[in-house]
């Protein structure tokens, strides 16, 4: 994978035209990637060509609406190149938590009273609210996982205390949004699969920092959000097409039945659509570019290997720069980091990085890097019951940290400097 020294991440961030802002002098340092990413030109590229040369809707005898049906057919195939399915097992919306709410429904209605689903501690509340939801609504039984609160990973032993014959379903996360944990997903879907329950995965946090491939991590539905890898703010579904053919889902009368039609309720946002085909452009750029994969940018033929080499050269180039940002800010004296901060371990997380500062409310400090120009999030960024878990609800959560591939060791060095100086008073 690539390093530090072989990633050309000054070729990479002049393709990002927001890069260039500055805040009252100072270049803007977005270290706010976990709630959105920043998008390269060709995104930004193809949402004005949408909306100025082929606006209308779709499945109409006219030019435009013919192409609208073009670009919707090439949207799905290379979103489902990105996660490994087939354009007929995605389906777009407005965001994860949408989709996930609308599903469930769906999912809800082919259930019995005392049925079990189980959700963790570790997963954003998009990935609990809506199970827990089903409680009312047919009478389900939730079984929690909890979280070992020392590294803010699940903990295994209630996993396997929460699975049993009546489970249906597991709902878990790929990565912690909040901390960047990645949880061994496969091993959990085999757990899953073993008692004849189906598992539907949370990618939203993974997916702008690894490879993903459905069939490998043995998921049966799993939902991200475009906006959060470097697109337009939408969502993305995908499912096995035997669960997704027999799901019960509502929708209008008239609708089409067919995959993916009958899960795409109303008009989508064709001109996200579009902006989301610059992105996997880019991505396929980055994949040739700096990952050494083969073929032409914009082409279906090698389209899945250029989007998995980008994703890989990506995971190499994040995985060096968590060690200077881990180190950097454990360095500084009151500030404790809530998450796996052993070097030997950081495969299993994202260089996404959360911390309190004795004596600073999350939100002060948030505030004072704002000032500086340096975008944190601070809170509990929907992930509820970890926050809970690890006693911070009442005392305002935690800063968050997170890094995408085109942060720099100069952004963390200016990070770090300013924790330093906020932690000094």
């Given at each position: 994978m690539p390093t530090m020294t072989d990633f050309d991440v000054t070729a990479v961030r002049a393709r990002f035209p927001s890069l260039a802002r500055e805040v009252a002098g100072r270049p803007i340092v977005y270290l706010d990637g976990p709630g959105g990413t920043q998008v390269p030109g060709w995104c930004l590229d193809g949402i004005r060509d949408y909306l100025t040369t082929h606006n209308t809707n779709t499945h109409g005898a006219f030019p435009t609406s013919i192409e609208s049906d073009a670009l919707v057919a090439e949207a799905h195939a290379a979103a489902a190149?990105?996660?490994?399915?087939?354009?007929?097992?995605?389906?777009?919306g407005a965001n994860a938590t949408t989709i996930t709410f609308a599903m469930s429904r769906a999912i809800g209605r082919t259930l019995r009273a005392g049925d079990e689903i189980v959700v963790t501690r570790l997963d954003h509340d998009c990935n609990v609210a809506p199970w827990l939801a089903l409680q009312d609504d047919c009478g389900v039984v939730v079984r929690w996982v909890d979280v070992r609160t020392d590294d803010c990973t699940l903990d295994d032993d209630s996993l396997a205390a929460a699975l049993g014959p009546r489970t249906r379903l597991v709902a878990v996360g790929l990565a912690s949004n909040a901390v960047g944990?990645?949880?061994?997903?496969?091993?959990?879907?085999?757990?899953?699969?073993?008692?004849?329950?189906?598992?539907?995965?949370?990618?939203?946090?993974?997916?702008?920092?690894?490879?993903?491939?459905?069939?490998?991590?043995?998921?049966?539905?799993?939902?991200?959000?475009?906006?959060?890898?470097?697109?337009?703010?939408?969502?993305?579904?995908?499912?096995?097409?035997?669960?997704?053919?027999?799901?019960?889902v509502y929708k209008v009368r008239p609708a089409d039945d067919t995959l993916p039609s009958r899960l795409e309720?109303?008009?989508?946002?064709?001109?996200?659509?579009?902006?989301?085909?610059?992105?996997?452009?880019?991505?396929?750029?980055?994949?040739?570019?700096q990952g050494g994969a083969a073929g032409e940018p914009g082409t279906r033929e090698g389209?899945?290997?250029?989007?998995?080499?980008?994703?890989?050269?990506?995971?190499?180039?994040?995985?060096?720069?968590?060690?200077?940002?881990?180190?950097?800010?454990?360095?500084?004296?009151?500030?404790?980091?809530?998450?796996?901060?052993?070097?030997?371990?950081?495969?299993?997380?994202?260089?996404?990085?959360?911390?309190?500062?004795?004596?600073?409310?999350?939100?002060?400090?948030?505030?004072?890097?704002?000032?500086?120009?340096?975008?944190?999030?601070?809170?509990?960024?929907?992930?509820?019951?970890?926050?809970?878990?690890?006693?911070?609800?009442?005392?305002?959560?935690?800063v968050r940290v997170g890094l995408a591939h085109y942060n720099t060791t100069d952004e963390i060095d200016a990070l770090v400097e300013a924790v330093s100086e906020i932690a000094a008073g």
């Open positions: 190149d990105f996660l490994g399915g087939t354009a007929d097992e995605v389906a777009f944990t990645i949880n061994p997903v496969r091993r959990i879907a085999d757990a899953a699969h073993a008692v004849g329950a189906h598992v539907w995965v949370d990618a939203v946090h993974a997916a702008p920092h690894l490879p993903i491939d459905v069939a490998a991590l043995g998921a049966d539905f799993l939902v991200c959000s475009p906006y959060k890898f470097f697109g337009p703010h939408m969502g993305l579904l995908w499912g096995r097409r035997s669960l997704l053919e027999a799901l019960p309720t109303g008009t989508q946002a064709h001109e996200a659509q579009a902006g989301l085909l610059g992105t996997f452009r880019y991505l396929e750029w980055l994949g040739v570019e389209r899945r290997a250029r989007l998995q080499a980008a994703m890989s050269a990506i995971r190499g180039y994040e995985r060096s720069l968590t060690s200077p940002l881990i180190d950097g800010l454990s360095a500084i004296p009151g500030l404790e980091i809530h998450g796996i901060t052993d070097r030997t371990r950081f495969d299993e997380r994202c260089p996404t990085v959360a911390f309190t500062l004795e004596g600073h409310h999350p939100r002060e400090v948030s505030r004072a890097l704002g000032e500086r120009a340096i975008c944190t999030w601070d809170g509990d960024y929907y992930a509820y019951e970890l926050i809970r878990a690890l006693g911070l609800a009442e005392s305002g959560g935690m």
